[in-house]
């Protein structure tokens, strides 16, 4: 049998490069999704065309009923190998402008998600001994970039989760890491301006969702079997 991936945030951008690129390396596809139908079923046909199997999940990652009631059935008969908590989102603004719901909406996706999807999977993962989570942080989370205290804090946070659950589950030999993405070309850079990005990216373009799935797909792989507690930052030089 097929092993099991999920991805959070996988109708779109990242998310659906990656459900795509481990249904080619031979993963099943759980693939959650908040709102786009069209598009998750789209990714859906793809995989499903590659031959592999892909459940569509739709759910907020940040609302833990929800998370619950959704995973807590396909539990009882199947555990994913791989958790990718990707879903994320940005409400870009100075602080002093920012409004209680921007911090708290996007603290939540990021940080509840990430507590929501994992303490969910997590005990079955541990019984089986094996298994991978890979958290997609921010090239945010380890410079300053004006508008994103909400957006870079929630990314920070994710880093250091990441650390100590990879201290905390690595006896079981649950490999826990972390790809921080600079400047990736899907809807999320909408309204940025291009032009002064391009100067802070030492290779001087943007990246692609290809870039970010095929270290996911590293990671998920038997060749990353001694790799846990790590931050991959693929952001084409920023900040080096
Ligand atoms: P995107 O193109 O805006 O896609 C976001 C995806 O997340 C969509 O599939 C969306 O689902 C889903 N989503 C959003 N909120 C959700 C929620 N509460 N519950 C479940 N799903 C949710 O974003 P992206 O650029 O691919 O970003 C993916 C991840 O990479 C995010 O964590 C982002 O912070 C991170 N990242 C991106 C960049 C970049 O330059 N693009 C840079 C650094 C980090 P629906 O559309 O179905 O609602």
Redesign the pocket.
């Known amino acids: 049998m097929a092993k099991i991936a999920l991805i959070?945030?996988?109708?779109?951008?990242?998310?659906?490069e990656i459900a795509k690129t481990l249904a080619k390396d031979g993963f099943d596809i759980w693939l959650?999704?908040?709102?786009?139908?069209t598009?998750?079923q789209k990714v859906k046909n793809e995989i499903e065309n590659a031959g592999r199997q892909c459940l569509l999940l739709?759910?907020?990652?940040?609302d833990y009923k929800a998370v619950e009631n959704s995973l807590n059935p396909l539990l009882e008969t199947q555990t994913p190998y791989v958790i990718v908590n990707?879903?994320?989102?940005?409400r870009d603004t100075l602080l002093i402008w920012m409004k209680q719901e921007e911090w708290k909406d996007v603290i939540s996706?990021?940080l509840d998600?990430f507590f929501n999807i994992t303490k969910t999977v997590l005990p079955f993962m541990l019984r089986n001994r094996e298994g991978r989570v890979i958290n997609?942080?921010?090239?945010?989370a380890h410079f300053g970039v004006p508008g994103q205290s909400n957006?870079s804090a929630a990314?920070a946070g994710l880093v250091a989760a990441t650390k100590s659950l990879a201290v905390e589950v690595s006896k079981r030999n649950v490999l826990v890491n972390a790809v921080?993405?600079?400047?990736?070309?899907?809807?999320?850079?909408e309204g940025l301006p291009m032009e002064q990005i391009l100067k802070m990216i030492p290779l001087g373009k943007?990246?692609k969702?290809d870039d970010?799935s095929a270290i996911v797909s590293y990671l998920a792989s038997e060749k990353a079997k001694y790799i846990t507690g790590q931050v991959f930052r693929i952001d084409g030089g920023i900040g080096c």
């Open positions: 959070t945030g996988a109708s779109r951008g990242i998310g659906a959650n999704y908040r709102s786009n139908d598009e998750a739709k759910f907020d990652v940040a990707n879903a994320g989102f940005r996706v990021t998600g997609i942080t921010s090239a945010s957006y990314k921080s993405p600079g400047f990736i070309e899907t809807d999320m850079l943007l990246g969702p970010i």
